[in-house]
Nanobody
Framework: QVQLQESGPGLVKPSQTLSLTCTVS??????????WAWIRQPPGKGLEWVGA???????YYSPSLKSRTFISRDTSKNQFTLQLSSVTPEDTAVYYC????????????WGQGTQVTVSS
């Protein structure tokens, strides 16, 4: 049974870079066929797929966030990370990491989520 756990600062100042890490247990992130995604939900809004890194290491980003998003992985630690630069209060959300089966897919196994607030 795969388990995912998000970690990172809960408060980020405007214009800074948001950095989150997802630690995966129960199977390697290089397992064929899986995508390791970041998904967020701003207060009072729906889910938004942010981006993903595939089992192969290829990365995919939401077009609306692509210019500010970078997803990487550390296979030795079985972790993948999200960096979102130049944040504004509109980036305030609960951020989830998830294991899915495709690009821009939100169905799958999720972490519990972590609240990130952008505020000075």
């Amino acid at each position: 049974q795969v388990q995912l756990q998000e970690s990172g600062p809960g408060l980020v100042k405007p214009s800074q870079t948001l950095s989150l890490t997802c630690t995966v247990s129960g199977g390697p992130i290089t397992t064929n066929g899986y995508f390791w995604a970041w998904i967020r939900q701003p207060p009072g809004k729906g889910l938004e797929w942010v981006g993903a890194i595939a089992y192969s290491g290829s990365t995919y980003y939401s077009p609306s966030l692509k210019s500010r998003t970078f997803i990487s992985r550390d296979t030795s630690k079985n972790q993948f990370t999200l960096q979102l630069s130049s944040v504004t209060p509109e980036d305030t959300a609960v951020y989830y990491c998830a294991r899915t089966r495709g690009i821009a897919v939100t169905q799958g196994s999720w972490g519990q989520g972590t609240q990130v607030t952008v505020s000075s």
